[in-house]
């Protein structure tokens, strides 16, 4: 039964990020170091549209994990 609670947890999590692009990508929002994002938020930075993946404020959009950036993923819907 645990691994079937497990692999249920799981599942939901990888929907999640699949879903996570399914916002169009409209970037039309420039990013802000000043702004909190918090889950889905949508912004443009250096030509590139990110998504937020969790709640952050000025963590620089950038590769996943790199220079503390555990919020972003880019967005390529």
């Known amino acids: ?3 079937l609670i497990r692999r249920f947890f799981a599942l939901l999590v990888i929907i999640s990020f699949l879903h996570s ?3 169009n990508c409209d970037c039309s929002e ?3 170091s000043s702004i ?3 889950i889905d938020d949508l912004v443009s930075h250096n030509d590139t549209c990110w998504v937020s993946k969790g709640r952050g404020r000025g ?3 950038g ?3 790199e220079n503390g950036n555990d919020i972003w993923l880019v967005c390529d819907d």
């Open 1 to 3: 039964m645990y691994i």
């Open 63 to 65: 590769p996943w994990l």
């Open 21 to 23: 692009c399914n916002n």
């Open 30 to 32: 420039e990013w802000d």
């Open 59 to 61: 963590v620089k959009p």
């Open 36 to 38: 909190t994002y918090v």
